[in-house]
Nanobody
Framework: QVQLVESGGGLVQAGGSLRLSCAASGSIFSITSMGWYRQAPGKQRELVAVITTGANINYADSVKGRFTISRDNAKNTAYLQMNSLKPEDTALYYC??????????????WGQGTQVTVSS
């Protein structure tokens, strides 16, 4: 069993910053990738940023230059530093990880989500 626990969401004014964390735990053999998705009310869930074990990174165009994803492989933890936040960044942010768990089962796992609200 694998669990992802997010933290760091909250309410911030436009132009402010927040840092999200996602810690993976459980019977983990390896983690191929960790990423962040978000879902605003009435909208589909969308990719924000993803980082692979080899440090390949992809960002949504809407967050390039403002958000930075990073990962601590030793701690099985991913981070999302969000700067210059805009009201349109308001959403429920979910952590996702592609994990190979013992004995050898690979799957996608999701956290419970953390709310980010940006006021204008």
């Amino acid at each position: 069993q694998v669990q992802l626990v997010e933290s760091g969401g909250g309410l911030v004014q436009a132009g402010g910053s927040l840092r999200l964390s996602c810690a993976a735990s459980g019977s983990i053999f390896s983690i191929t990738s960790m990423g962040w998705y978000r879902q605003a009310p009435g909208k589909q869930r969308e990719l924000v940023a993803v980082i692979t074990t080899g440090a390949n990174i992809n960002y949504a165009d809407s967050v390039k230059g403002r958000f930075t994803i990073s990962r601590d492989n030793a701690k099985n933890t991913a981070y999302l530093q969000m700067n210059s936040l805009k009201p349109e960044d308001t959403a429920l942010y979910y952590c996702n990880a592609r994990v190979t768990a013992f004995p050898a089962v690979t799957g996608n796992y999701w956290g419970q989500g953390t709310q980010v609200t940006v006021s204008s």
